[in-house]
């Protein structure tokens, strides 16, 4: 059994920064492409962010292209996301999940079969 478990979550200003955790269980983390998505009170979970099994390629969102960055380290089975000049608009549970082996990269909430529990960010103006 695959678990996800996020953490740095947290309240901040907008324009502050915040790194998120992703630790995964199991031994073959570095097998798959892993994501992030978030969804706000009210609102559909979106995707957010995704990052292949070697870390080669990364996929945005147009929201946070150029704000955030998807990491991962495969040796400490961990999945980043390092956000830059919050903005209001960014608040919202933050959650990671681990692709399905055939895919690559993927942008939809379809691609993925595994999710954590979730990161509360809030971030005030």
């Known amino acids: 059994q695959v678990q996800l478990v996020e953490s740095g979550g947290g309240l901040v200003q907008a324009g502050a920064s915040l790194r998120l955790s992703c630790a995964a269980s199991?031994?073959?983390?570095?097998?798959?492409?892993m994501g992030w998505f978030r969804q706000a009170p009210g609102k559909e979970r979106e995707f957010v962010a995704a990052?292949?099994?070697?870390?080669?390629?990364?996929y945005y969102a147009d929201s946070v292209k150029g704000r955030f960055s998807i990491s991962r380290g495969n040796a400490k089975n961990t999945v980043y996301l390092q956000m830059n000049s919050l903005k209001p608009e960014d608040t919202a549970v933050y959650y990671c999940?681990?692709?399905?082996?055939?895919?690559?990269?993927?942008?939809?909430?379809?691609?993925?079969?595994?999710w954590g529990q979730g990161t509360q960010v809030t971030v005030s103006s």
């Open positions: 990052i292949s099994w070697s870390g080669g390629s990364t």
């Open positions: 199991g031994r073959t983390f570095s097998s798959y492409a």
């Open positions: 999940a681990r692709a399905l082996l055939t895919i690559t990269i993927g942008s939809t909430r379809d691609d993925y079969d595994y």
